[in-house]
């Protein structure tokens, strides 16, 4: 999915999200090459209260040479 976000679809960055408790989505991103650049807090309400969001980014320039 990011070599077709980067190559066909050109993005410069992609993002993804995931609930800043959820650890194992965090190390996941981090084997993938994401960085963490922030944190939206209390971002979603579930039955047990407001949630933050962990905002991960990978940018195309970061990507490795083909090959």
């Not at 190559?7 to 999200?17: K, N, Q, S, T």
């Not at 971002?43 to 905002?55: K, P, Q, S």
């Given at each position: 999915m990011l070599d077709h976000g980067f190559g066909p679809l050109g993005?410069?960055?992609v993002e993804a999200h995931t609930d800043a408790a959820n650890e194992r989505s965090i190390r996941l991103l981090q084997r993938l090459g994401f960085?963490?650049?922030?944190?939206f807090h209390d971002r979603f309400?579930?039955?047990d209260g407001y949630h933050?969001?962990?905002?991960?980014?990978?940018l195309?320039?970061?990507?490795?040479?083909a090959g």
């Amino acid at each position: 999915m990011l070599d077709h976000g980067f190559g066909p679809l050109g993005r410069g960055r992609v993002e993804a999200h995931t609930d800043a408790a959820n650890e194992r989505s965090i190390r996941l991103l981090q084997r993938l090459g994401f960085w963490r650049e922030g944190t939206f807090h209390d971002r979603f309400l579930e039955e047990d209260g407001y949630h933050d969001i962990a905002l991960f980014v990978r940018l195309a320039r970061e990507r490795l040479p083909a090959g």
